[in-house]
C-alpha cells in the first residue's frame, strides 16, 4: 500500500523507473539519492533565514514567532531534527533588547516551553511590558540627546 502511495506521488518518468522496484525503503532510498542534494540546500537556506531573522523593536512578536515557526516547519519537513528547546533558543536570541528580562526569566528558572506556548508568554510579555519598554526607551532617548537649545538648559538645570 505505501508503495501505491509513494508512485502516486511522484512524476510519471519516476512511476515508470520506480514500478518494478519491490521494496518501498529501495524506493526511498533511490530518490534520495536523486533529491537529496536539493533537500540539503534548501534547508542551509532556510537555517541561514532563521539566523539572520531578527525581531525589530516595537513590531508583533505574534508575527515574529509565527514567522520564524514557519521556518523550523519548513526545516522539519526538509528532515532536519531539531529539538525543541533549541528552537525556542533561536527565537528567544531573535529577540530584541526589550525582551532581556524574558530571556533572563526563561533561562533561571529553566522554563521549557512548545512553540505555541512560548508564543503565548512571549505575546503576554508584550502586554505587560511593552508599552512601559517603549516609554522607557522614549524618555531614555529624549533625556540622552536633548533637541533643543533650550531642553539642553533645562537639563542643566534639573542637575544643578
Not at 27 to 41: A, P, T
Not at 100 to 124: D, G
Not at 144 to 151: F, G, L, Q, R
Request: aromatic share 6%.
Amino acid at each position: 500500500m505505501a508503495k501505491c502511495y509513494i508512485l502516486a506521488s511522484i512524476s510519471n518518468v519516476l512511476q515508470h523507473q520506480m514500478q518494478d522496484v519491490e521494496l518501498v525503503s529501495n524506493i526511498m532510498l533511490s530518490l534520495k539519492e536523486m533529491f537529496g542534494e536539493q533537500g540539503r540546500s534548501a534547508r542551509r537556506e532556510i537555517m541561514r533565514q532563521i539566523y539572520n531573522t531578527k525581531m525589530a523593536e516595537g513590531t508583533s512578536v505574534r508575527e515574529h514567532c509565527l514567522r520564524m515557526i514557519s521556518h523550523m516547519n519548513i526545516l522539519e519537513v526538509l528532515g532536519a531534527d531539531i529539538d525543541g528547546e533549541s528552537q525556542a533558543d533561536m527565537i528567544l536570541q531573535s529577540l530584541p533588547k526589550s525582551f532581556k528580562e524574558f530571556r533572563l526569566n526563561y533561562n533561571m528558572n529553566k522554563k521549557i516551553y512548545t512553540l505555541s506556548e512560548l508564543m503565548n508568554e512571549l505575546v503576554a510579555a508584550e502586554g505587560i511590558f511593552g508599552t512601559s519598554i517603549v516609554d522607557a526607551n522614549m524618555a531614555e532617548a529624549s533625556t540622552s540627546h536633548p533637541n533643543s537649545k533650550e531642553e539642553e538648559d533645562g537639563l542643566r538645570q534639573a542637575r544643578w
